[in-house]
């Protein structure tokens, strides 16, 4: 990367800096590889934050599908968080990975998980996981909240058999010529999915992120008190992929003392660190044994700490900075934090970022834990917090004494509860992907880049003025 006419008298932020167009024998965005080289075995570089309103189990397994990698919070309980763990894994690469209810649930149950939009749909089971019918999301709409979901099937929905499907074009024509939006995928009577036209033109695009024997891989975080060589071993006894040893001061002697822990431990899985946003810190980590460093402090959308402490640094820069000083030592960065648009992801590739975190951006889609809900104006939400927050305090400390509690929650700083809205047009994580790397991809045209690496070489950045950042917004409304 170069800046194009300029060099910086302070710290950059994503909306202080823009791409610069150079001439491109890219012809097509799908010619464009976005697979990142940090360890992930991703093919896009997307990864989902490890805060508890981002990423649970269901988000990870469909980040997975589409080639990023999620990163499950080290909140969770250490047998929950194995047990997560082991789920993904189970998960199918190949297709959706069905909601499911009782046939006794009710419309409002479905609703609570499910908005009833157009390529979504649910699958009824009954005692013995037997199939017993499905109902396309969009039918919920119609139906009375306490109706039973068992008397909403007549003859349900046509299904698809998994030899059928071989292929995701084979499984698109089949829908097609069948006219289905939306169905489930059975293998010998049993369920092992869902498809919708959508998800299976997908499967033509997207390459899914798995381990040497084909399941989704998977990331988790550990904080780096108590006893963590024993909870490192853990998870990677449960499958995990790579280890994310996290925490807001990345640059301490805890964390140093952590990741030497873990690295010594020989467990075979790459070891992310964080966050920092220094060369220095850098320079510390990578020598304990960190092969990725996770960069940002105060950027993100629940964070408080720069408000609180003044602590953090300019995001692009701190990008900037410690992805050079990690190449020069073999390592590479994840930014993580103050994505708004897919151009600041672009950006931060640009820097020199192997891949890109996402966190209140993933808050609120269908796939993110937490239920549903409405506001007094009917739009969708889902609530989000902060790490730092009293609500997560709360449930990371859940196991103290109420005094101690008490004394943890008096020093808690960031956003308790945020509402994160749901787009209509984009209610998916999926949704969210294909927007985010369809940005992207055009970004690495404009640049005449064909993979990562020579995106990194050939951009070309300018500074640019708060007007300049304004002009490249479109208009909601006509002047």
């Not at 194009?4 to 932020?13: K, M, N, V």
């Not at 990423?55 to 997975?64: H, I």
């Not at 024997?213 to 992929?241: H, P, Q, T, Y």
């Not at 073999?330 to 672009?346: E, I, K, L, Q, S």
Request: hydrophobic share 45%; with cysteine.
């Amino acid at each position: 990367m170069e800046f194009y006419r300029t060099e910086p008298s302070h710290d950059l932020t994503y909306s202080d800096v823009f791409l610069v167009p150079s001439r491109s024998g890219v012809t097509s965005r799908l010619d464009v590889s976005l697979a990142p080289d940090d360890g992930s075995g991703a093919s896009v570089p997307i990864v989902s934050a490890n805060m508890n309103s981002i990423t649970g189990p269901r988000l990870a397994s469909s980040l997975a599908r589409r080639g990023g990698i999620g990163v499950l919070p080290q909140d969770l309980h250490l047998q929950d968080l194995a047990e997560s763990i082991r789920w993904v894994k189970a998960q199918s690469a190949r297709f959706d990975t069905p909601y499911t209810f009782a046939p006794e649930a009710t419309v409002a149950d479905a609703l609570a998980v499910l908005p009833p939009v157009a390529g979504q749909g649910i699958v009824l089971q009954g005692e013995g996981n037997e199939y017993v019918g499905c109902i396309a999301a969009e039918r919920l709409a119609t139906a009375l909240p306490d109706a039973r979901l068992g008397d909403l099937v007549h003859g349900g929905l046509a299904s698809l058999d998994a030899d059928d499907v071989d292929t995701p074009r084979r499984a698109f024509d089949l829908m097609v010529d069948a006219g289905l939006d939306f169905a489930p995928v059975l293998l010998h009577g049993r369920v092992v999915g869902t498809l919708s036209r959508r998800s299976a033109l997908r499967g033509t695009i997207y390459e899914p992120n798995v381990d040497a024997e084909g399941r989704l891989r998977v990331a988790a975080a550990v904080g780096i008190n108590g006893d963590v060589a024993a909870k490192a071993s853990a998870l990677v006894a449960a499958g995990v992929d790579m280890l994310v040893l996290d925490t807001a001061h990345g640059h301490q002697e805890g964390m140093v003392r952590a990741v030497s822990i873990v690295r010594d431990l020989g467990l075979g899985v790459p070891i992310v660190a964080g966050n920092i946003v220094t060369a220095d810190a850098v320079a510390d980590l990578v020598d304990a044994g960190a092969d990725v460093l996770k960069v940002g402090v105060g950027p993100g959308a629940m964070c408080t700490t720069r408000m609180m402490t003044a602590v953090g640094r300019p995001q692009f820069s701190a990008v900037l900075e410690t992805a050079e000083a990690a190449r020069e030592l073999g390592a590479r960065v994840w930014a993580d934090g103050g994505v708004r648009y897919p151009r600041d992801v672009a950006l931060a590739l640009a820097a020199g970022a192997s891949s890109v975190m996402i966190g209140s951006w993933f808050a609120g889609t269908i796939e993110a834990p937490g239920t549903l809900a409405r506001d007094a104006g009917g739009r969708l939400y889902k609530e989000s917090w902060g790490m730092a927050s009293t609500k997560a305090v709360r449930e990371r400390f859940d196991r103290l004494s109420p005094y101690e509690l008490a004394r943890k929650e008096l020093f808690a700083e960031g956003i308790s509860s945020s509402s994160i809205y749901l787009d209509p047009l984009r209610p998916s994580l999926e949704d969210l992907l294909d927007m985010i790397t369809s940005g992207v991809r055009s970004s690495f045209t404009y640049a005449g880049a064909r993979d990562l690496a020579e995106f990194r070489d050939r951009a070309r950045v300018g500074i640019q003025s708060a007007a300049g950042y304004e002009e490249g917004k479109a208009l909601p409304v006509s002047w």
